[in-house]
T-cell receptor
């Protein structure tokens, strides 16, 4: 059974801190790892990672994938209160790898205190 | 572009009632999905339609049916609602496998 595990499940930090969110996966026919941000409504896409060791960056957010150790991290530097959200990690599979559709972790609930 | 739209936004049902959740996308995507999100459980795939004319079960299909009405629309039907189906339902779409999914705003369903 495909599995995605995120840690920590919740995290409270102060504005300006740097945070690292973790995601490990055990997925048959793994294709890519995706990160989404969810703020009480629809998840919004952040990153898709398919290759090991190549960092993807968008402003203060960055993410990297390790396909050997089967994990990914999402870093947020100089956090702001607007970064408060649930961050979801999801694994996607190749065609022929079972059901089309993403396997999600339970999410990390990040709270940034002023 | 409206992206992915869902109706209704909220619904309260009594046990045994039926209803259909509607989803539409205007991005010319081929694949569409229904997920449910429960507290502490993440999103779980109910059904999906990889292309127009096809539908398949996901991880938690029991108690649900779907219809891919055309390329734009994918509906989810609860024939006899149960309290265990109280959840937030998200529709999503993507151009094809290997692309990111885009999500609708969700439908909050309560079954009493």
């Amino acid at each position: 059974e495909d599995k995605v595990v995120q840690s920590p499940l919740s995290l409270v930090v102060h504005e300006g801190d740097t945070v690292t969110l973790n995601c490990s996966y055990e997925v048959t026919n793994f294709r890519s790892l995706l990160w989404y941000k969810q703020e009480k409504k629809a998840p919004t896409f952040l990153f898709m990672l398919t290759s090991s060791g190549i960092e993807k960056k968008s402003g203060r957010l960055s993410s990297i994938l390790d396909k050997k150790e089967l994990f990914s991290i999402l870093n947020i530097t100089a956090t702001q209160t607007g970064d408060s959200a649930v961050y979801l990690c999801a694994a996607d599979t190749y065609s022929g790898g079972g059901a089309d559709g993403l396997t999600f972790g339970k999410g990390t609930h990040l709270i940034i205190q002023p | 572009n409206a992206g992915v739209t869902q109706t209704p936004k909220f619904q309260v049902l009594k046990t045994g009632q039926s209803m259909t959740l509607q989803c539409a996308q205007d991005m010319n995507h081929n694949s569409m999905y229904w997920y449910r999100q429960d507290p502490g459980m993440g999103l779980r795939l109910i059904y999906y339609s990889a292309s127009e004319g096809t539908t398949d079960k996901g991880e938690v299909p029991n108690g649900y049916n779907v219809s891919r009405l055309n390329k734009r629309e994918f509906s989810l039907r609860l024939e006899s609602a149960a309290p265990s189906q109280t959840s937030v339902y998200f529709c999503a779409s993507r151009f094809a496998r290997d692309y990111e999914q885009y999500f609708g705003p969700g439908t909050r369903l309560t079954v009493t």
